[in-house]
């Protein structure tokens, strides 16, 4: 089966601008997560989906932030406006339940100057 | 709140050396353990898992044992090779917590093996 796939592999936007980040999780995994690595410190939690609905947003930093998973499928994560300090790799996750392995994308670095 | 504490990196080793890379966790409740590894290049590919007290994941020659009494789970490998060479990441995943699932993660350890 293919795994999660995560759309740009690397963005590079000015403090300011917008971007988008997309995820599609492998076909059938209800759970999908979206995760962020800032600086070399550890990987937190942003967001998780199971379907089309977010069951926890708790990680979501503000409200600059915004995760969309229409039909249940792929994801979206945009960020508008954003600072420096969005900068890292942003990771997707998708599982088939709560406690199943999540099965990660190769993550989405972004850089904003 | 759950937390994750790796030993300080970066390890380097050559190759056919003993590996530790120690890990301990705080966590409410009875959660199941997890480590990953990111090789470069690639996403995290989850390396061994263990969901209760006592027990032993294993994958690749890597081993860890779930430590209630000590809050570990420690990453073990015998014989590390140069394929090894990676990123890290113990973590943790908790059922009695608002979302099933989340993983809470470990600053992460780069690991390098030199031949």
């Given amino acids: ?113 | 709140g759950d937390s994750v504490t790796q030993m300080e990196g970066p390890v380097t080793l050559s190759e056919e050396a003993f590996l530790t890379i120690n890990c301990t966790y705080t966590a409410t409740g009875y959660p199941s353990l997890f480590w990953y590894v990111q090789y470069p290049g690639e996403g995290l590919q989850l390396l061994l898992k263990a969901t209760k007290a006592d027990d032993k994941g294993s994958n690749k020659g890597f081993e860890a044992t779930y430590r209630k009494e000590t809050t570990s789970f420690h990453l073990e490998k015998g014989s590390v090779q140069v394929s090894d060479s990676a990123v890290y990441f113990c973590a943790l995943t908790n059922a009695g917590g608002t979302s099933y699932g989340k993983l809470t993660f470990g600053q992460g350890t780069i690991l390098t093996v030199h031949p």
Wanted: proline share 4%.
């Fill in chain 1, 1 to 113: 089966e293919a795994g999660v796939t995560q759309f740009p592999s690397h963005s590079v936007i000015e403090k300011g601008q917008t971007v988008t980040l997309r995820c599609d999780p492998i076909s059938g995994h209800d759970n999908l997560y979206w995760y962020r690595r800032v600086m070399g410190k550890e990987i937190k939690f942003l967001l998780h989906f199971v379907k089309e609905s977010k069951q926890d947003e708790s990680g979501m930093p503000n409200n600059r932030f915004l995760a969309e998973r229409t039909g249940g499928t792929y994801s979206t994560l945009k960020v508008q406006p954003a600072e420096l300090e969005d900068s890292g790799v942003y990771f997707c996750a998708s599982s088939r339940g709560g406690l199943a392995g999540q099965y990660f994308g190769p993550g989405t670095r972004l850089t904003v100057t």
